[in-house]
């Protein structure tokens, strides 16, 4: 089987994770961690269960994968996401040491759909951090904005506040 079809499975995958996420009421966002072709870890977006803005998909999968594991180094593993990764999350892959990053939809077209103001790159700032990290995307974009249908872009601050209230009358 060839590379192109991992990263198509495994996309598909991160995606089901960020439609999860949305059916939990937290924003869409899915990654997995592949090492040798095998799905090792999987998380979606965190940010309104755990009232933590960094609780994004892809920091949430590095930091429990390395904690659960004991490890700091995940060199060698393929970080997929259904979103190009956000300045935070790139910083995470990078002190993590991933070699090789894939993605879904490219930051411009989340912005698009979120009114979101223009951010850097995964590739522009994963290229200026000293080794190269490989990053690739975006793929089956048009199937994976898809998640975003229907969904509601508002301040976490606001949700969270809801979720909480929610918690009490429980």
Request: charged share 30%.
């Amino acid at each position: 089987m060839t590379q192109q079809y991992f990263d198509e499975k495994y996309i598909r995958r991160a995606n089901a994770l960020a439609q999860k996420a949305k059916n939990k009421g937290e924003d869409p966002f899915g990654a997995l961690l592949v090492k040798d072709n095998e799905i090792v870890f999987e998380s979606h977006d965190g940010c309104i269960e755990f009232c933590d803005p960094t609780f994004h998909a892809e920091k949430r999968l590095i930091s429990e994968y390395c904690r659960l594991h004991k490890i700091i180094s995940l060199e060698g593993y393929t970080l997929y996401s259904s979103t190009e990764p956000c300045s935070m999350c790139s910083g995470a892959i990078h002190w993590s040491k991933i070699s090789r990053v894939v993605f879904g939809v490219r930051q411009e077209k989340l912005n698009e759909k979120s009114g979101g103001i223009k951010k850097f790159t995964a590739k522009q700032i994963l290229h200026q951090c000293g080794k190269p990290i490989e990053v690739v995307g975006p793929i089956l974009e048009e199937e994976c904005l898809q998640t975003f249908s229907g969904y509601k872009f508002r301040m976490k601050k606001e949700r969270i506040k809801e979720h909480l209230d929610n918690k009490r009358e429980l």
